[in-house]
């Protein structure tokens, strides 16, 4: 199993103006500890469910992920997740082609339907019923395989977008992993099946997760897709810097489940040293199976 770092806190010590600094640290932490994974959450107002309030720190998400591109060299970077509503697919899908080539093919798409209508309503931001979000979602997924498709520079008709060219040059250096987010039984893993190269779940439960991947895999046995092809990912419980060895334990059980990565999230205030004091689980994750 694998170890990512999700970073939802803003709120860095000294301000806003060690934000920048302590998120070089963070970039540097995390590749120094060997995980494989670093996010940031896409959305416009911070979250309650972080336990902060919506005015609290929040940076645009593709900003912060070109700036850590020029701070590493060797991790994933992605969104958890962004949302379908907040970007044209056409300039969404240009966007994460471009920290692809700046990052050296270490872009992730991570995506899905979106769900904050504080923020959509704060800036004005169109924030449709949650059906039509999944069927801008599909388009989504569809318009971005197409304009990774370097034979494949044409129309796209749909029916919420409609492309006159699909052109997207360059073309990423390495195809983006495609990273859908939540575990809706009916809509979301049904698209993880037929589009994502990832899922994620929360890993409320080894009991939850076990379901979840069990409802993905008739969906793959449907759409006569390969279940072992899609990497699993788990939002998990923080690991206390003190308490490795028993978050190890607590990981054992979704590693045989199959999930390769347990994505955990640093705190406010210092995030790169609580990252250096977690680093030592990597190892003993990598032994889980």
């Given at each position: 199993?694998?170890l990512?770092f999700?970073?939802?806190?803003f709120?860095i010590d ?7 600094g ?5 970039g ?12 940031f ?11 902060l309030?919506a005015?609290?720190?929040?940076l645009?998400?593709?900003?912060t ?5 020029a ?20 300039l ?6 471009t920290?692809?080539v700046?990052s050296?093919g270490?872009a ?17 931001v169109p924030?449709p019923?949650?059906a ?8 989504t997924?569809?318009i ?16 919420h ?5 699909t052109?997207?040059?360059p073309?990423?250096v ?6 859908i987010g939540?575990?809706?039984?009916r ?6 099946a037929?589009?994502?190269d990832?899922c994620?779940l929360?890993?409320s439960?080894?009991e939850?997760v ?7 895999r ?16 788990v ?8 308490e490795g ?6 990981m054992?059980p979704?590693?045989k489940l199959?999930v ?14 609580w ?5 030592p689980?990597?190892?003993k ?5």
């Amino acid at each position: 199993m694998e170890l990512g770092f999700h970073v939802p806190n803003f709120e860095i010590d000294g301000g806003n103006t060690a934000i920048a600094g302590e998120l070089a640290r963070v970039g540097a932490a995390a590749e120094s500890s060997g995980a494989t994974w670093l996010s940031f959450m896409d959305h416009f107002f911070q979250i309650e469910p972080v336990g902060l309030p919506a005015e609290a720190h929040m940076l645009e998400g593709y900003t912060t992920l070109g700036f850590l591109a020029a701070h590493t060299s060797t991790i994933e970077l992605g969104l958890l997740v962004t949302g379908v509503t907040y970007r044209h697919p056409g300039l969404l899908a240009k966007i994460v082609t471009t920290l692809d080539v700046l990052s050296g093919g270490r872009a992730a798409l991570g995506i899905g339907a979106a769900w904050y209508e504080r923020e959509h309503q704060g800036l004005g931001v169109p924030f449709p019923p949650v059906a039509e979000r999944f069927e801008r979602l599909e388009e989504t997924l569809r318009i971005c395989g197409q304009m990774w498709d370097p034979e494949n520079n044409g129309p796209f008709e749909g029916q919420h977008y409609r492309l006159a060219e699909t052109l997207c040059s360059p073309q990423p250096v390495h195809r983006p992993r495609v990273l859908i987010g939540g575990g809706g039984e009916r809509k979301t893993l049904r698209l993880v099946a037929r589009y994502g190269d990832a899922c994620n779940l929360f890993g409320s439960s080894p009991e939850e997760v076990e379901h979840k991947l069990d409802v993905l895999r008739r969906h793959c046995d449907d759409v006569g897709r390969d279940y072992d092809e899609i990497r699993k990912t788990v939002l998990v419980h923080d690991p206390r810097p003190d308490e490795g060895d028993e978050f190890v334990r607590a990981m054992a059980p979704f590693a045989k489940l199959g999930v390769h990565t347990a994505i955990v999230m640093p705190p406010g205030g210092a995030p790169a040293a609580w990252i250096d004091r977690v680093a030592p689980v990597v190892p003993k994750l990598a032994e889980l199976s």
